[in-house]
C-alpha cells in the first residue's frame, strides 16, 4: 500500500474521530472501534502519529491539540455530532476532513463543515490525500469514483489501532471487530450496501486473515474467567454469499479458536454442512434481515428473491438444533404493516424464540434507493438526522395517525421482551447466558425509550 515516494512526505499529526448522535443506542454492542478508523489508521505510512476518539467508549476531545487536521466519519445517525465537532475545531483554525457514509451521500449539507470531503472509499485515495495536506494542497473533495477501485479487502493492522486508540484489552463479553469480505450483491431497497460498496463483493487474503486474528487477540484480548475465547464481531456486510468463499474462510476461523457473530442472508442458512460448518468456527449467532413475515412487503422492499417469509419458521428451528443462535431483525412500515400486523409479528417472535429480536420502523437512511424514492415522492416528513435511529417514524403515515403509530411500534417491541418471552428464549436457544443478558438489556434500553416517548406525548401506559 505504502508508496516509496511517501517517505519523503512529512511526518503529520492528526485526529481521527468517531462521533456519537444524541440518540444512538446504548443497548448496541459496539465493537471495540470504529472499522472505518481502523482502516484508515492501518493503510497510513508509519512516519505519521495518529490518535483515535472514539465518542462511543466517551473518550473526551482535546479541542486545543496541536493537529495537523482533524479526520471524522459519519453514520447519518452520528452526523450531526460529526458537525458540531468539525465546526468547533475550524473555529480554532484546525482543518477538518469529512468522510464515511452520511457525508457520501449529502455532499452539499456536509460542505459547508469541513475543509475538505471524501466521498466513497477511502483507500485508494488516502496516500495522495495525505501528501496533499503536507505539500499544503489539499483540495475540497476527494471521490473515489476518480481513483482506482477498491478491489481488496486490505488487512487491519491491530499493533497500530491499540497504539493509537484509548482501548484496553477485553474478555469475550465484549467484541473486536474484523471482516472478512466487504459488499453484498443483493439490492434491498431499505439498504446502503448496493450503492456504496455493494457491487464488489471482495474477500481477505486468507493468509492475511489468520494473521489479524492472532494479532487482534494477542493486542486486544484478554483470557480470564467468563470466556477463554475472544469474541469477533465479524463487520462483513453479509457473509452468507458464496459457498465456496465461506467454507474456505470458515475452515480457517476454525484454527483460530475464537467466537464470533455476523451478518448473514438467509439462502446459505438452507444448507445444512454451511450451518455445521459456521457452529464448528465458532459462529454464536447470525444477524438475519427478516425484515417482514408478509411476502408482499419484502417484494416492496426488493428483498423478494432473497427472503422467503414461509421458511423463517424452519431454518430458524434448524440453525437452533445445530447450534447456532438466529437473532432477527424486522423491520415496519406505515405504508405497509398494519396494527394487526405487528401483533402476528410479536406473535411470529415470540413462538419461534427469535434470538435478540431487533424491531426497526422502516428509515430511508440516505444512499439507499428508497431514500431517493421516498424524497421524491415527498414521504420524508423529518430530516432531523439525530432521529435516524430506526426508533423514530421520519416518513408520512397516511392510515394512523403518526404518534399512535409509533407508540404502537414501540410497546410492540418492548412486548417480544416481556419476560415470559425472554424466559422461553433461555430455555429454548444455545448460548443460555449470552441470551439472558442481552435480553435483559435490550427490555431495559425499550422501556427506557417507550417511557420516554410517552412522557413527550402525553400518552397513559395500558
Ligand atoms: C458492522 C455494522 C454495524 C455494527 C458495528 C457498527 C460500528 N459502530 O462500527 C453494529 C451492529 C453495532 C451496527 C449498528 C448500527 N448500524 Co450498522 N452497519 C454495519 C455494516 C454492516 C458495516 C460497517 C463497517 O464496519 N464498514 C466498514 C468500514 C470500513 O466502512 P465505512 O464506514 O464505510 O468506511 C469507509 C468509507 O466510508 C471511508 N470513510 C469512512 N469514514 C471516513 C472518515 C474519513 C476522515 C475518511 C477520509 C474516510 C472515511 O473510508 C472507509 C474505508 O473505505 C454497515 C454496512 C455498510 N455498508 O457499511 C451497516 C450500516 C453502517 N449500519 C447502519 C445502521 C442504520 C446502523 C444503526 C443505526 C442501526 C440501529 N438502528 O441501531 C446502528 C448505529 C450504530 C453506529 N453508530 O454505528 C446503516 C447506516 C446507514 C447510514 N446512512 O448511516 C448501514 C450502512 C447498513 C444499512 N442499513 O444500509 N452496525
Ligand atoms: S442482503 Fe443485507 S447487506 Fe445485502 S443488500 Fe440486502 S440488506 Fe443490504
Known amino acids: 500500500m505504502s508508496k516509496p515516494e511517501h517517505q519523503h512526505i512529512k511526518a503529520l499529526k492528526f485526529l481521527l474521530i468517531a462521533p456519537k448522535g444524541k440518540k444512538d443506542s446504548k443497548s448496541n454492542q459496539k465493537p471495540l472501534f470504529n472499522m472505518a478508523i481502523g482502516v484508515l489508521v492501518s493503510i497510513t505510512p508509519p512516519q505519521h502519529n495518529i490518535e483515535i476518539v472514539d465518542e462511543h467508549f466517551g473518550d ?7 493537529y495537523d487536521f482533524v479526520g471524522i466519519t459519519s453514520r447519518t445517525i452520528d452526523a450531526t455530532r460529526g458537525y458540531e465537532i468539525a465546526d468547533t475545531f475550524r473555529k480554532k483554525g484546525t482543518k477538518v476532513i469529512l468522510g464515511g457514509l452520511h457525508v457520501s451521500f449529502n455532499i452539499e449539507e456536509a460542505k459547508v463543515h469541513a475543509d475538505t470531503l471524501v466521498c466513497g472509499e477511502a483507500e485508494n485515495l488516502w496516500l495522495t490525500l495525505l501528501e496533499d495536506i503536507a505539500l499544503n494542497r489539499l483540495k475540497p473533495l476527494y471521490d473515489s469514483k476518480d481513483f482506482a477501485p477498491v478491489k481488496e479487502v486490505l ?6 489501532i491499540a497504539k493509537a486508540s484509548k482501548r484496553e484489552k477485553v474478555d469475550g463479553t465484549k467484541s473486536i471487530p474484523i471482516y472478512v469480505t466487504r459488499g453484498c450483491p443483493y439490492e434491498c431497497s431499505f439498504c446502503v450496501t448496493p450503492n456504496f460498496t455493494g457491487k464488489l463483493y471482495r474477500m481477505q487474503k486468507p493468509d492475511e486473515l489468520k494473521k489479524q486474528f492472532e494479532t487482534a487477540k494477542k493486542v486486544f484480548f484478554n483470557a480470564n474467567g467468563k470466556s477463554s475465547k ?18 474456505e474462510s470458515l475452515d480457517l476461523i476454525k484454527e483460530c479458536n475464537i467466537n464470533f457473530s455476523v451478518f448473514f442472508s438467509l439462502p446459505l442458512l438452507e444448507d445444512k454442512e454451511t450451518v455445521k460448518k459456521l457452529v464448528e468456527a465458532g459462529c454464536i449467532m ?24 414461509e421458511k423463517y419458521s424452519r431454518l430458524i428451528e434448524e440453525c437452533r438444533q445445530a447450534g447456532l443462535n438466529v437473532q432477527g ?25 427469535v434470538f435478540m429480536p431487533i424491531f426497526q420502523i422502516i428509515t430511508p437512511y440516505p444512499g439507499t434507493t428508497m431514500y431517493w424514492e421516498y424524497k421524491k415522492n415527498g414521504w420524508i416528513t423529518d430530516e432531523n438526522w439525530e432521529k435516524y435511529n430506526a426508533m423514530n417514524l421520519v416518513i408520512r403515515s397516511d392510515r394512523y ?21 425472554i424466559a422461553n428464549r433461555v430455555r429454548r436457544n444455545p448460548y443460555k447466558l449470552l441470551n439472558l443478558v442481552t435480553s435483559l438489556a435490550f427490555r431495559k434500553n425499550i422501556r427506557e425509550q417507550l417511557d420516554t416517548f410517552e412522557k413527550e406525548h402525553n400518552i397513559r401506559s395500558k
Open 60 to 66: 473526551p476531545i482535546n479541542y486545543d491539540g496541536d
Open 155 to 160: 488487512a487491519l493492522d491491530y499493533e497500530k
Open 230 to 247: 475472544p469474541w469477533f464481531m465479524l463487520c462483513d456486510e453479509n457473509l452468507g454469499v458464496s459457498k465456496k468463499k465461506l467454507w
Open 286 to 309: 447470525v444477524l438475519v434481515g427478516f425484515e417482514s413475515i408478509k411476502q408482499s412487503t419484502l417484494e416492496a422492499y426488493n428483498k423478494g428473491h432473497v427472503n422467503s417469509a
Open 329 to 353: 431483525n424486522f423491520l415496519i412500515n406505515p405504508e405497509l404493516d398494519s396494527f394487526e400486523n405487528m401483533d402476528d409479528l410479536v406473535r411470529f417472535v415470540g413462538k419461534n424464540n
Open 401 to 421: 395517525d403518526p404518534i399512535k403509530f409509533q407508540h404502537k411500534f414501540m410497546t410492540s417491541y418492548y412486548k417480544v421482551y416481556s419476560l415470559k418471552n
